[in-house]
């Protein structure tokens, strides 16, 4: 019995529904040893911004109960030589490549996919709006319908190609988020990012990361992802990828189930650097055990 | 980044050394020939929970012939703890060999080797090297006790060997065996003694700094090696870094072993 796993993310075609979460895989050199790029549904960098960010003062992680905090700060070497050195490089890779773009100030964002535009080796943007927007006193892009739109309408006018936008969970209501996106123009969600938390050493009584608060991922956050993802595609018509927590193909499954269209595996990288391919194959052999035939049956296949 | 890979060991030996102190041997073939001195391996155990990362250690020693890898290590949290009571036949998964290796000058005729506390592991594969290529070396180690002194009968048994005049000095803070107090006093002495071209250093941060202040304006080519809470092991996910002179690097592919005068301490 032949399987289907081609899926179609606003206008983004994939072969298979796994893409890598943003922050967790670089630009897949450094995975590259353990598995074949090319096999991935596609490629989904860290996040990009105008210039050079130095991120934050270590320690920058902290393993938590079935998942870990992080306040990277989002690091990275700025857009050029994101261009010149990972893009050049990720072009020969045979997997569409999707930039993440974060951004202080709408300008940053829009400068950004301006210079990215051009590039041929860009096939998607995913929008990171948890950034803080610094016009509006820190408080990130995704908190507010206002910024939402804001931000997105004016990506949206900025490029051609498939534009997602990737939705914080840190809110009180996804789906109202989440049609602002809609209606600003975006082909796609992504969600979740991090859940904000935090970890103190009761013996020094200091908190366990220099940033303070930071960002869980993992399995401890997968329960929160299911129940976003499965709001957000009751309130939208655009497809959604989910990620959270994902570390085998029956978990990407679930969210297959809750609504989304694709996932993306992060901190599972960390945990096992095949991970991304054996949630492909996990997803094959669910839908191989269970006689689905077409993978994009699963989307939203939830009974209830 | 070039043949990083998973391996599949087995613990053949795993007891207690010292206190708080454990020393693993896994056999792992491939793993054990891959290593080369300074590198670590990002380990996975069986049965640990929630505790979802992995945890780096650096190589002891490898062992080519016999395909193992020693890991000495210190049962400070869940991990190591767990770690401690793991039995031989168990089975660890193996990231590696990761991280820049030790780099000494080609020509390295006399070099001096500061250890503090499970610091003198890391150093261990870099004496043997060293000793082989004909160097002079000087090992200068720490710890809070005599009991806690575990590497230096292999120490010892390296450099009685060695065809060049080499040394082993030890400090304790409790003046159970050798010098009393910290090791800093036995490394002035060996500066003031002998001119070295190479030094190399691992240990607590503040004793490191320490060290590497004591070298200032020498002419000798001088690394450490450096600790930083590790996600992926790979050079990924960015939260290991280390500040240097030239910017934000990371520890697990741009060090551990760093050119000494270029870090930044905090
Ligand atoms: C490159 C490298 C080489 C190392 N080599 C050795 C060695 O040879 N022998 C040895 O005893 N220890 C070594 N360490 C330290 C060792 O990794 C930690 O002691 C160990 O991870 C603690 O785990 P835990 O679960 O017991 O502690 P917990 O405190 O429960 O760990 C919680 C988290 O913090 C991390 N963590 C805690 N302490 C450290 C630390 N000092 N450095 C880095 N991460 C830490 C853990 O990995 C884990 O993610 C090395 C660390 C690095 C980065
Ligand atoms: C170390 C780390 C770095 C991350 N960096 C980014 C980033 O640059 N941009 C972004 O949109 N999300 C970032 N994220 C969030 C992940 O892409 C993902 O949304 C989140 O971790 C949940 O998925 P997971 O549980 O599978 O990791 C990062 C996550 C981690 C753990
Ligand atoms: S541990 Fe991930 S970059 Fe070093």
Known sequence: MSLAMGVSLGGLAMKNPVTTASGTFASGREYADFIDLSALGALTTKGVSLHAWAGNATPRIAETPSGMLNSIGLQNPGVQAFIDSDLA????????????????????????????????????????????????????????????????????????????????????????????????????????????????????????????????????????????????????????IGMGGIMTGEDAVEFLLAGASAVAVGTANFVNPRATVEVIEGIERYCADNGVTDVKELIGGLLC | MGNVFEGRGTIRRNEQVGPGLFLMEVGEASMARAITPGQFVHVGLPGMEGHILRRPFSVYSACGDSGTIDILYQAVGFGTRHMAGLGPGAAVSLLGPLGRAWHPPE?????????????????????????????????????????????????????????????????????????????????????????????????????????????????LACEASLERRMACGVGACLSCVVATDEGMRRACVDGPVFDARKVVFA
């Open chain 1, 89 to 240: 490089w990720l072009s020969t890779q045979g997997v569409p490549v999707i930039v993440n773009v974060s951004g202080h100030s709408i300008e940053e964002y829009l400068a950004v996919i301006a210079l990215l535009e051009p590039q041929d080796a860009v096939h998607a943007f995913e929008l990171n709006i948890s950034c803080p927007n610094v016009d509006a006193g820190g408080m990130a892009f995704g908190c507010s319908t206002a910024n939402v739109e804001a931000v997105v309408a004016k990506a949206r006018a900025a490029t051609k190609k498939p534009l997602i936008v990737k939705l914080t969970p840190n809110v009180t209501d996804i789906a109202e988020i989440a049609r602002s996106a809609e209606g600003a123009g975006a082909d796609a969600l992504s969600l979740i990012n991090t859940v904000l938390g935090m970890a103190i050493d009761a013996h020094t009584r200091k908190p366990r990361l220099a940033r303070v608060v930071g960002g869980l991922s993992g399995p401890a956050i997968k329960p929160i992802a299911l129940r976003l993802v499965y709001e957000a595609y009751r309130a939208v018509a655009i497809p959604l």
């Open chain 2, 107 to 219: 020509d390295t005729r006399c070099a001096l080797l500061v250890g503090g506390g499970v610091g003198a592991a890391p150093l261990f594969l870099l004496a043997a090297e060293l000793v082989r290529c004909g160097s002079a070396v000087d090992v200068v180690l720490g710890a809070q006790t005599a009991d806690a002194l575990v590497c230096r009968g292999r120490y010892e048994a390296l450099l009685a060997g060695a065809p060049a005049k080499s040394s082993l000095r030890c400090a304790t803070d409790d003046g159970s065996f050798g010098h009393a107090g910290f090791c800093t006093p036995l490394v002035e002495e060996r500066l003031a003694a002998r001119s070295y071209d190479y030094a190399a250093v691992c240990g607590p941060e503040p004793m490191m700094r320490i060290v590497i202040g004591q070298m200032e304006g020498l002419p």
